[in-house]
């Protein structure tokens, strides 16, 4: 069932007649991938696990704090969910795009059009995809799934569970894709933002440069512009940001989370550094 449903998340990204198609685990695109993939698993679970010593240091200062029990018990239940061995599938598709599904667990979709159409560094890739982990470890892949219950399996697949950029959307729109309940499949703004504040943390934590990664929205911004005749094409739904705006904020917010604010990043470039020059 799983293997089938990964299948049809797959061919969503495709036009109608193309070939669904994806990289070999032995390609380097997607070892390139991978490896950014596993990193920003490794950080989510760094910041999860922050989450969980905080509060369970607080509930023992504070006995019988319901709230504290049920955010504990929900942070618990997140870290449960990156444990195990998770699968990067690099998908032969031009659009750019990533997602995390809930309905098949522990795999990271990530479409080769970011590193071809967008030309993605790895810090905006990590920047991507610790936005798209921190969709599923807010529950916002959860939550909008059950909003588009009335919708055809293979526009909710298409939809519920792509990239919040709607990059994807507006491309299949201009194909000609018929794609109803768009507005109820759509991320709201809050969902966004939680995304884009949770993700930038994962990626610094990873060891990342958020403000270099940052500069993917201004890719996505232009990228968007082309398909949109000249204008940045996110005003069609209320329910997103600019790319502008997004991109703006998460600058600002790198000054205080970037890998050069994590001492552990720093042991890690020196390590590399001596290698480095070891080997050379």
């Not at 036009?15 to 669904?20: F, I, K, M, S, V």
């Not at 504070?62 to 955010?71: A, I, P, V, W």
């Not at 690099?90 to 970011?114: M, Q």
């Not at 949109?228 to 940001?241: I, N, R």
């Amino acid at each position: 069932m799983e293997k089938s449903l990964s299948k049809t998340l797959i061919s969503g990204q495709f036009a109608n007649g193309e070939e669904p198609k994806v990289r070999k685990t032995s390609d380097p695109v997607h070892k390139r991938v991978d490896k950014i993939s596993h990193k920003i698993l490794q950080g989510a679970r760094d910041l999860i696990d922050g989450k969980i010593e905080r509060r369970m240091m607080r509930i023992n200062l504070k006995k019988g704090n319901t709230k504290l029990e049920e955010e504990l018990a929900y942070w618990q239940a997140k870290r449960r969910t990156l444990k195990g061995t998770w699968h990067t599938i690099v998908i032969c598709s031009p659009l750019p795009n990533a997602f995390v599904s809930d309905i098949t667990p522990r795999k990271i979709y990530v479409n080769e059009g970011l590193l071809t159409s967008l030309e993605c560094s790895d810090d905006e890739l990590a920047l991507v995809l610790g936005h798209e982990v921190s969709h599923l470890l807010l529950s916002h892949t959860s939550n909008r799934g059950t909003l588009s219950m009335s919708l055809k399996f293979a526009e909710l697949a298409m939809l519920s569970l792509i990239d919040p950029t709607g990059v994807v959307s507006l491309i299949l729109m201009s194909l000609g894709w018929k794609l109803d309940g768009l507005t109820e499949a759509k991320f709201s703004r809050d969902h966004e933002q939680e995304a884009d504040d949770m993700g930038l943390k994962i990626a610094a934590i990873s060891c990342f440069d958020t403000a270099s990664g940052a500069n993917v929205f201004a890719k996505l911004g232009a990228y968007s512009k082309v398909r949109g005749g000249g204008q940045e094409a996110f005003h069609y739904s209320d329910s997103h940001p600019l790319c502008s705006q997004r991109g703006a904020s998460l600058k600002m917010q790198s000054e205080k989370n970037n890998a050069a604010n994590h001492s552990h990043c720093g042991h890690r470039r020196k390590q590399f550094k001596i290698v480095r020059n070891f080997l050379s």
